[in-house]
């Protein structure tokens, strides 16, 4: 199997969630599963001191180079990425994904995904290849999918739930340790840190999400 | 439990290696311990670009503030330390450990380590807690207890056993998914990304050292 990981960034408030994507990693190498990492070349929305919790005034990084942290350096740029070469996609969450890969954080139902991101969607999801998505990302997933009406969930926050409905996805509420599978749509998804308040919560959600992912592609 | 984990920035170049770190608080959390994350606020030694490998000249970033990215903004300054609260202290690895915690990275066995990290590994160490120390961070206790004799382990490069053997400590080869364990003076060492070709064998040793670093602290 190969998969293709997106990441967003390297820190959840400004860009992938680490936990998430370490998690996310180490599931998927556990299986032997190939992996490939894409990010998408282009300046993050903003940087915030992880520390205070603040936007670093005129502090610019780029979202291909930060996510290269969590990758040991192996990433690539989003737009070689092929569906033909991936069994799967996951992505991890984190304001990255809502910030960077789209503006649901911004602009909520309203958001413009990234190009490149509705683009490989898309192609996963015309070629039957499960997509996999963690935390805030089920956001991208009803963007780009919403006129095919998949099952999704962010756990319970009724709030960005309503937003995902808006665009067109159904919503379910879930808790942290589980997912959602969506079999028609070939979609996945659980809470992470949406829900999360321990490492270890987060870690049996998405062990099962890459299960259930691994099982779709096959 | 309570643990602390000493952080040194965010990226395996230039910082603390972000694998080693989340799977250090993945299997610390699973065993129920609290986890305290601790880093000293400092420039870091340099900015890497993980994307080219290149040092990104005149930028700076702080070695405290950077940690909070992977401890999702829980992270105390290392002065703050006691070793009075902690049950046991465990040091991933990265590049950080040995550019921004010592300069091991430029000087080998003629480094000096940050006073708060020596001070803290001296406590630490005369109340008979254990010290886990993962990749090449084995080297910093190197530093900070040669004059101890410390059996310890940063893999099989016999450039960097030497080094740690020309500040007083006895090195003793070890495979990924192994640990190497000093009984007298409390230390647990493992290679992880030192050897490491993929995260899961990473994961193997790392599991297994903090489960012995526990065992010590009962």
């Not at 205070?52 to 979202?63: A, H, L, M």
């Not at 789209?102 to 039957?128: G, N, S, W, Y």
């Not at 949406?194 to 987060?202: C, K, Q, V």
């Amino acid at each position: 199997m190969k998969v293709g990981v997106i990441l967003s960034g390297c820190g959840v408030y400004d860009g992938t969630e680490i936990h998430e994507a370490v998690l996310t990693l180490l599931a998927l190498d556990r299986t032997g599963a190939e992996i490939v990492c894409f990010a998408p070349d282009m300046d993050q929305a903003h940087v915030v001191n992880h520390l205070t919790g603040q936007v670093s005034p005129g502090e610019r990084r780029n979202v291909l180079v930060e996510s290269a942290r969590i990758a040991r350096g192996k990433v690539r740029d989003v737009v070689t990425a092929q569906a033909s070469e991936l069994d799967a996609l996951i992505f991890p969450g984190g304001c990255g994904a809502a910030k960077n890969l789209c503006d649901f954080a911004m602009k909520e139902a309203d958001c413009t995904l990234h190009p490149e991101v509705t683009r490989i969607i898309r192609q996963m999801h015309q070629a039957k290849k499960p997509i996999g998505a963690i935390c805030i990302a089920p956001a991208i997933l009803s963007k780009a999918l919403g006129n095919q009406g998949p099952t999704l969930t962010i756990g319970t926050d009724t709030k960005t739930a309503a937003a995902l409905e808006r665009m067109g996805a159904k919503h379910e509420a879930c808790p942290v340790r589980e997912f959602i599978v969506d079999e028609e749509h070939k979609l996945v998804t659980t809470p992470a840190y949406m829900l999360a308040n321990r490492i270890s919560e987060a870690a049996e959600g998405i062990e099962k999400l890459v299960r259930e992912v691994l099982r779709l592609a096959r």
